[in-house]
């Protein structure tokens, strides 16, 4: 299915996703809701659909996937060492925690095959990545080399530990001869600029037996460097830079070997991404009660208690459709009673389900055939529209009536306003007509007597109104299909 980005907006897809990525639990995860768009074919749907079922049932059964908490996305990571050639231990680090999380998952997946084969279409994305992490076991879980990742690494930090404790030795006597102890600040040493230095007090500084190595920026703390440390600084110096030396090129040995696999690590990243949306789903299918529509092969869709989702608790289920007698429904009532809110529902549920997530409706709604969703929808609290407004209205329009099909949705909000009432009303139904010519499915509100006259008399076409509630002189919210209904505009 397609949808305009202009439809997306109306329907304001980019605020709903949020109401599920946070069930997320890794920002992969996030980015595979944020980057989800609807199926491009019915079968795609289908899929999509016995996947999710697949794994929610699973869940249910069998309990949680294996998961790695502090998953990263590492697109952007490889992207830079194409640049630079060259991932950090932090970097490498997370890529083995996602690779070895997907050969986990593929084992699982694998193993259940028999009952549900529709998981081989997950698995087959997932390479053997066992050499790499076997490689990448060199890393700790701070993401520094272990000393065994190359015997070179392991001398030349052996060498470093015997320096510091030759270091820390020779330091602890200097601070403990009194002809020195009395020109310091601090009886410690630190290390400044590479070199272990100590804190001399400032009227000490010209009779202290070394040299200065940093000072404050106020110039009241002076680090110097005592002489007698000079040689064993050096050679710490030395050992220190042998030592990155080292690290950065097994680094860039293990970079090289990540890079290799660059496709394959895409694809576990992907695959990963989609078992935490489908995670989110399914939390938000349980916590808010949606569902998964049923499939129909018709041009059709019926929505029973749909819900807004960004209403929240305030939202008033409505049953919604179209498609199975009519192909037509034209909205009647009175302004801010619900029509807009209608309108957006159905849509909203139209994209979500075919999505192939679940729907904020009860269970027995159904989603059909749909190749395209156009939405021209205002907000329906202010009709009275400028010229110019009016004229990019009618252009919208006339694209969508170029574009829309047998199969495709339209929504059309307030059909007939920013003009005159009597020529609003004849641009509506001439609209109407040269949908209803070409089969196509149509959602759309109007509060024009003459709009409403044409649908009561034409066929194919059947009114709907918000209810309002005389008594208290205020809407309802609920839809009343084959009523239609006064504008109390």
Known sequence: ????????????????????????????????????????????????????????????????????????????????????????????????????????????????????????????????????????????????????????????????????????????????????????????????????????????????????????????????????????????????????????????????????????????????????LFYALSEKRRLDKWTMPELSQKTTFSFRKARHPLLFDKAVPIDIGCGDKYRILVITGPNTGGKTVALKTAGVCVILGWMGFPIPAAEGSVLGIIDELFADIGDEQSIEQSLSTFSAHVKHVTEILGGAGPNSLVLLDELGAGTDPEEGAALGIAILDWLREKKTLVLATTHHNPIKRFALATAAIETASVEFDIATLSPTYKILTGIPGRSNA
Request: some cysteine.
């Open 1 to 276: 299915m397609l949808a305009e980005k202009a439809s997306y907006n109306s329907l304001e897809i980019k605020k709903i996703i949020p109401l599920i990525s946070k069930y997320c639990r890794s920002e992969i995860g996030e980015e595979a809701a944020f980057a989800a768009a609807p199926a491009q074919n019915f079968d795609e749907l289908r899929t999509r659909q016995e996947l999710f079922l697949s794994i929610e049932d699973y869940r249910e059964k069998k309990g949680e996937l294996p998961w790695q908490n502090g998953l990263a996305p590492v697109t952007p990571m490889l992207a830079e060492a194409d640049e630079t050639g060259l991932l950090t231990g932090e970097e490498l680090l997370k890529i083995r925690h996602l690779i070895k999380l997907s050969m986990k998952i593929k084992e699982i997946l694998n193993s259940e095959k028999e009952k549900y084969p529709v998981f081989s279409l997950i698995t087959k994305d997932i390479r053997d990545f066992a050499d790499e992490i076997e490689r990448l076991s060199v890393i700790d879980d701070d993401g520094r080399l272990y000393d065994s990742a190359s015997e070179k690494l392991k001398s030349v930090r052996e060498k470093i530990k015997e320096l510091r404790e030759t270091i820390r030795r020779k330091g602890h006597a200097l601070v403990n001869d009194p002809s020195i102890s009395g020109m310091l600040q601090e009886r410690v040493m630190t290390i400044r600029n590479g070199r272990y230095t100590f804190l001399v007090r400032p009227d000490a500084l010209s009779i202290f037996p070394g040299s200065v190595v940093d000072r404050s920026v106020s110039g009241n703390s002076v680090y110097m460097e005592p002489n007698s440390m000079i040689r064993l600084n050096n050679e710490f110096t030395s050992c220190r830079n042998s030592e990155i030396y080292e690290e950065q090129r097994i680094l860039r040995e293990l970079t090289v070997r990540i890079q290799k696999k660059t496709k394959g690590i895409l694809d576990a990243e992907r695959v990963i991404g989609n078992i935490d």
